[in-house]
């Protein structure tokens, strides 16, 4: 009985001993990751650049809502685990790194560009005003830009256009991130003025439910009424 409890008791240290190792291995990996994500960074701050900022936006796809821009500044070697791109995260792991980027980063700046302004000027434009305002909105005025995407047109900073920039930036990821949670909690707020179209849950995205609502109300103030989805719903809407 006493040799069966003692080896029981081994067998739930090993487990143990084997647990905290996986542990281990799988943050060494993480911050190889991590690590390599600061490629561009480092490499701007040997040519002599110290605010390096991460720009991205949120929202450019949705038929209803704000864009919204992002654009973090990092300090240097800043280690927090499992920043990536936006799109490949929870939306709970979202939310906790999006309070730890927030916490810890040395500027995060906000641009915000409503539905009426997209319709005016399209939306490209208005991604890059966004992008604009969010870089205006820092504390301090970078010295280079990371830009998911394409360049910013018309800016007097030097910037570095990377497509798929969040698997290639440690900033830019952070960006992805922060823009993306702040666009969502907008839309989680417009949903309880109109709850109808379900923003809570497709963030103002064309899904299938969002798609029947525009058909059966029309859109709203906060559509885009120059999308094309918008538009041949709204017309289907007004049909007698």
């Known amino acids: 009985m006493l040799f069966k409890a003692k080896n029981r008791k081994v067998k739930i240290t090993k487990l143990i001993i084997h647990s905290y190792q996986r542990r281990i291995e799988k943050l060494y990996i993480e911050r190889k990751r991590i690590y390599n994500l600061y490629n561009y960074e480092n490499r701007l701050k040997n040519e002599g650049y110290f605010l390096i900022a991460g720009i991205d936006e949120a929202g450019r796809g949705s038929l209803s809502g704000p864009v919204v821009a992002a654009a973090v500044i990092l300090p240097c070697q800043l280690f ?5 791109d936006s799109k490949k995260l929870t939306s709970k792991k979202r939310t906790e790194l999006y309070f730890s980027i927030l916490n810890k980063a040395k500027y995060v700046g ?6 009426k302004i997209i319709d005016r000027i399209n939306i490209a434009q208005a991604s890059f005003l966004a992008m604009k305002k ?27 256009p990377l497509i798929k920039g969040e698997d290639k930036s440690i900033s830019i990821a952070a960006a992805s991130i922060v823009a993306k949670v702040y666009r969502d909690n907008i839309m989680i ?14 963030k103002g995205y064309g899904t299938e439910e969002h798609l029947e609502a525009l058909l059966k109300y029309g859109p709203s103030e906060i559509h885009r009424k120059s999308f094309n989805r918008v538009i041949s719903n709204k017309a289907k809407n007004e049909k007698p």
């Open 110 to 115: 906000i641009g915000i560009v409503e539905a």
């Open 134 to 160: 969010a870089i205006l909105d820092l504390k301090e005025v970078p010295d280079y830009l990371l830009v998911d995407g394409f360049k910013i047109p018309h800016l007097n900073i030097q910037q570095l």
């Open 80 to 84: 927090i685990p499992y920043i990536k």
């Open 189 to 202: 707020k417009y949903d309880k003025k109109y709850p109808q179209y379900l923003f809570k849950k497709n």
